[in-house]
Structures are given as C-alpha cells and as structure tokens.
C-alpha cells in the first residue's frame, strides 16, 4: 500500500492568514493527489484533484501544487469557514489512501 | 451533479453482518464513476472499502476484502455495502461516494451514516 503522511498534523492560525500544509506519498504517484476538507460530523469535500486542479465551486484562495512523492496545499487567505481537517489522498494505485490529517484551527 | 444518500441500521452486535445501502439521485449510475464505500472510526482517518461498476465489477481493499460485499442495483439506483463477522473496530462512520474521472479523485459525498458494533 502507498502510505501518505501530512505536516504539521494540526495548526493554529487567524483569518486571513496564508497557511501550507505538505503531503508525502511512500512511493512516486505522479500528479494522482487529491485534497479534501471536513468538518465535524460532516462528509469530506473535495478540494483539489491531481495535485493543483480546483475543483468546480471553490474559491480560488484554495491551491495546490506538487508531483511524484511530496505535495502542498496553500490557502491564501483563511477564512473562517476553512476552519476544518484537511486529508490528502492518493488515486494512483489501489488500496486508494488517505493522509492522517492537519487540523487548522484559531 | 448526483447526490448521494447512506441508509442502515446504526447498530450491529459482534459478529454480526453489518448492511448499508446508497441511494444514488439525480443522475444514473453508468456514466463512468465508481461507486465507492469508505468508513471513519470516531475521532480517526478516512479509509477506502472497495468500489463497484454500473457493470458488476468490483475492487476491494485487501484488509477487508475478506469480509466485505459490494453490490449494485442499477434499476433502483442504488449499492450496498455488506460487512461480515463485524467486532467494535468495525465501529465507524460510513459514507458512498462517486469516484470519477478515470477514477481519480471522490467528488461526491453522502452525508455518511454512524454505525455502532455492541452488544
């Protein structure tokens, strides 16, 4: 199986701030990393797909960049919605994996 | 864009078979997705179950394939999920979701279903 790792695994930050969180996959998975976001209770949500596509509806502050083994998310400018956990995930082969997580909380 | 609804019982005893179901709406199941089940333990990481083909087909995650089921009904829309000889690691938020595009990323969620194994 393709293990992901993320840093840091949580972060505090204010609105408005930019924040980064990194992605590391075990083997090379080319440009297949997609990002998501969940809040408690609720069901991920997709982000970007292959590494720096935004997904249709969300708002540009979301980037995403990266290939082979290591990947970053960056949002631009937190708002306070983003407040949430954010996976990392791996469609390039099978068992399809998820990173543990950074919760980005005030 | 489809949307997706998770239905089952919340508790299952040990050892038991644990049944969910996906009502798919708002489009038709064969135009080129799978159609995927994966589960959170409270407080935990997302982890991938196993998807199934409009057609039949199916792939599973190897630690659980030996327990798990994936079906479709294409006339009603919908696929399920069976999980046998269940223990409390079993307990776990369960969400379908649609993997698209040459299967590469999961776009869209059902709101997920809270499932408890006990006694």
């Known amino acids: 199986d393709i293990q992901m790792t993320q840093s840091p695994p949580s972060l505090s930050a204010s609105v408005g701030d930019r924040i980064t969180i990194t992605c590391r996959a075990s083997h090379i998975i080319r440009h297949y990393l997609n990002w998501y976001h969940q809040k408690p209770g609720k069901a991920p949500k997709l982000l970007i797909y292959r590494a720096s596509s935004l997904q249709s509806g969300v708002p540009s502050r979301f980037s995403g960049s990266g290939s082979e083994t290591d990947f970053t998310l960056t949002i631009s400018s937190l708002q306070p919605e983003d407040f949430a956990t954010y996976y990392c995930?791996?469609?390039?082969?099978?068992?399809?994996?998820f990173g543990p997580g950074t919760k980005v909380d005030i | 864009q489809v949307q997706l609804q998770e239905s089952g019982p919340g508790l299952v005893k040990p050892s038991g078979t644990l049944s969910l179901t996906c009502v798919v709406s708002g489009g038709s199941m064969n135009t080129g997705q799978w159609w995927t089940w994966l589960r959170q333990p409270p407080g935990k990481g997302l982890e991938w179950i196993g998807e199934?083909?409009?057609?039949?087909?199916?792939n599973y995650n190897p630690s659980l394939k030996s327990r798990v089921t994936i079906s479709v009904d294409e006339s009603r829309n919908q696929f399920s999920l069976k999980v046998t000889a269940v223990t409390a690691a079993d307990t776990a938020s369960y969400f379908c979701a649609s993997l698209s595009n040459g299967r590469s990323r999961f776009d869209n969620w059902g709101p997920g279903t809270l499932v408890f194994v006990s006694s």
């Open positions: 199934v083909y409009h057609s039949g087909s199916t």
């Open positions: 995930q791996q469609s390039f082969s099978t068992p399809f994996t």
